[in-house]
């Protein structure tokens, strides 16, 4: 039953709970199998072993996005997750077996087992949203949402470590907690009511990349939800780049160790989650597009400011927040606005046409940090001028594209149906 209030209703709650149980399982056993590595092979391998687990773990967003989107419209997505939990436990009962039998392509094997599941997971953890809380509660839900798989980045990027030192690298029982959180986390998807299958309205059965083509080619002329893909593709691009550039100038610009420039990054996802928390409070029952180009703008900034501040780590830290907290009042009003305008029967293919984009932005991402680093041969720091010059004018198509202050105070649910 769908409340008037801005109170998410309980099935959202677990569907949340559930979310995040996997992401945070995602971050947890990822670094846990580069430790695991690490310990196999030595630490002279640290980096290739690093790359290696990183393109493994993205290869499946590229391969089954695009099915998982025609699944979400076709099945009821409460069933999806169902079937998507029980397979990460099952991922995480093989994990203990890894490690036990000290299998290096074994390890492998789960992450990229838990990768797909993943990328199964996200168009309908997506989609499933506008069925459990209703268009009036978007913006709120899709804030939680964010809030809590940064919250979930935060915690397993601590984690890991953490049981690592603390189990004194017995990996089978680590593998073990992360079961059971597995095991949790079906728990929760149990308690999300049961959804409507789309099968009815898609008459057609089309699945793959030509699923995602048509379905972008059947938005063509919104120019409004075309750009919010594109821009919320553009988000994971630039989380990509900062996560892996912060290393480098790290080392190079502050003078720190490889693991404190990586932590620096957590500062930048409690910033995501609390802007995306802070936005989905302001904007209350409406999908306030206004705050895409000035969130943009803010991150814009932050890139710029970090090529100048490297004097001091305190203000780089500072600096870092900032960027996250402007990016999580972009990405939260861009989420809402693809769900909001996106037809029932087709909204799983065409967020799987922006996860799709997104994880290509990831690739696009190390492609970048490897020309400015390799190729053009600039600094850590002028590389994040770059990105600060590029954002800023994704900030000015956004500005030109979406409501502006003063003209539009808001876009509300209404607003945003289908033509």
Same mark, same amino acid.
């Given at each position: 039953?769908?409340?008037?209030?801005?109170?998410m209703?309980r099935?959202f709650?677990?569907?949340?709970?559930?979310?995040?149980?996997?992401?945070?399982?995602?971050?947890?056993?990822?670094?846990?199998?580069?430790?695991?590595?690490?310990?196999?092979?030595?630490?002279?391998?640290?980096?290739a072993?690093?790359?290696?687990?990183g393109?493994?773990?993205?290869?499946?967003?590229?391969?089954f996005?695009?099915?998982?989107?025609?699944?979400?419209?076709?099945?009821s997505?409460?069933?999806?997750?169902?079937?998507?939990k029980?397979?990460?436990?099952?991922?995480?009962?093989l994990?203990?077996?890894?490690f036990?039998?000290?299998?290096?392509?074994?390890?492998?094997?789960?992450?990229?087992?838990?990768?797909?599941?993943?990328? =199964?997971?996200g168009?309908?953890? !997506?989609?499933?949203?506008?069925?459990?809380?209703?268009?009036?509660?978007?913006?709120?839900g899709?804030?939680l949402?964010?809030l809590y798989?940064?919250?979930?980045?935060?915690?397993?990027?601590?984690?890991?470590?953490?049981?690592?030192?603390?189990?004194q690298?017995?990996?089978?029982?680590?593998?073990?907690?992360?079961?059971? %959180?597995?095991?949790?986390?079906w728990?929760?998807?149990?308690q @999300?009511?049961?959804?409507?299958?789309?099968?009815?309205?898609d008459?057609e059965?089309?699945t793959?990349l030509?699923?995602l083509?048509?379905?972008?080619?059947? %938005?063509?002329?919104?120019r409004t939800?075309?750009?919010?893909?594109?821009?919320a593709? !553009?988000?994971l691009? =630039?989380?990509?780049?900062?996560?892996?550039?912060?290393?480098?100038?790290?080392l190079?610009?502050?003078? %720190?160790?490889e693991q404190?420039?990586?932590?620096?990054?957590?500062?930048?996802?409690?910033?995501?989650?609390l802007?995306?928390?802070?936005?989905?409070?302001?904007?209350?029952?409406?999908? @306030?597009?206004r705050?895409?180009?000035w969130?943009?703008?803010?991150a814009?900034?932050?890139?710029?400011?970090?090529?100048?501040?490297?004097?001091?780590?305190w203000?780089?830290?500072? @600096?870092?927040?900032? =960027?996250?907290?402007s990016?999580?009042?972009?990405?939260v009003?861009?989420?809402?606005?693809?769900?909001?305008?996106?037809?029932?029967?087709?909204?799983?293919?065409?967020?799987?046409a922006?996860?799709? =984009?997104?994880?290509v932005?990831?690739?696009?991402?190390?492609?970048?940090? !490897?020309?400015?680093?390799e190729?053009?041969?600039?600094s850590?720091?002028?590389?994040?001028?770059i990105?600060?010059?590029?954002?800023?004018? %994704?900030?000015?198509?956004? !500005?030109?594209?979406?409501?502006?202050?003063?003209?539009?105070p808001?876009?509300?649910?209404?607003?945003?149906?289908?033509?």
């Amino acid at each position: 039953m769908i409340e008037t209030d801005q109170k998410m209703t309980r099935s959202f709650c677990w569907l949340n709970a559930a979310q995040f149980g996997g992401a945070l399982n995602d971050n947890v056993f990822r670094l846990l199998v580069i430790f695991f590595l690490i310990g196999l092979k030595g630490r002279d391998a640290a980096s290739a072993t690093n790359a290696a687990v990183g393109a493994v773990f993205v290869l499946p967003f590229l391969l089954f996005t695009p099915w998982a989107g025609g699944l979400a419209d076709r099945y009821s997505k409460r069933g999806i997750t169902l079937v998507v939990k029980a397979l990460e436990t099952t991922a995480m009962a093989l994990a203990m077996i890894t490690f036990y039998l000290r299998s290096e392509w074994l390890a492998y094997g789960v992450v990229f087992l838990m990768s797909t599941q993943s990328a =199964l997971f996200g168009p309908t953890k !997506y989609g499933i949203v506008p069925e459990l809380v209703g268009r009036e509660r978007l913006s709120r839900g899709n804030s939680l949402l964010v809030l809590y798989t940064y919250l979930a980045i935060i915690c397993g990027t601590a984690l890991a470590p953490t049981l690592d030192r603390w189990l004194q690298g017995d990996y089978v029982w680590a593998a073990a907690i992360c079961l059971g %959180i597995a095991v949790a986390g079906w728990g929760a998807a149990v308690q @999300v009511e049961r959804t409507p299958s789309q099968a009815g309205t898609d008459t057609e059965g089309v699945t793959g990349l030509r699923a995602l083509g048509r379905a972008l080619w059947h %938005i063509r002329h919104d120019r409004t939800i075309c750009w919010a893909i594109l821009a919320a593709a !553009y988000f994971l691009l =630039l989380g990509g780049f900062v996560q892996l550039n912060l290393i480098p100038y790290g080392l190079e610009m502050l003078g %720190i160790s490889e693991q404190h420039s990586a932590y620096i990054f957590l500062l930048a996802a409690l910033g995501i989650g609390l802007g995306a928390w802070s936005v989905g409070r302001l904007s209350g029952r409406d999908i @306030v597009l206004r705050w895409v180009p000035w969130g943009t703008w803010g991150a814009g900034l932050a890139c710029l400011g970090l090529m100048v501040v490297h004097g001091s780590l305190w203000v780089v830290c500072a @600096v870092v927040f900032l =960027l996250g907290l402007s990016a999580g009042f972009f990405i939260v009003p861009l989420e809402a606005c693809i769900q909001a305008r996106s037809t029932p029967h087709e909204r799983g293919k065409i967020l799987a046409a922006k996860a799709f =984009l997104a994880w290509v932005g990831v690739l696009t991402a190390s492609g970048l940090l !490897y020309l400015f680093a390799e190729i053009m041969a600039v600094s850590p720091a002028t590389s994040f001028g770059i990105m600060g010059g590029l954002t800023l004018l %994704i900030g000015a198509g956004a !500005y030109r594209v979406f409501p502006r202050p003063g003209k539009q105070p808001s876009t509300t649910f209404q607003d945003l149906e289908v033509q």
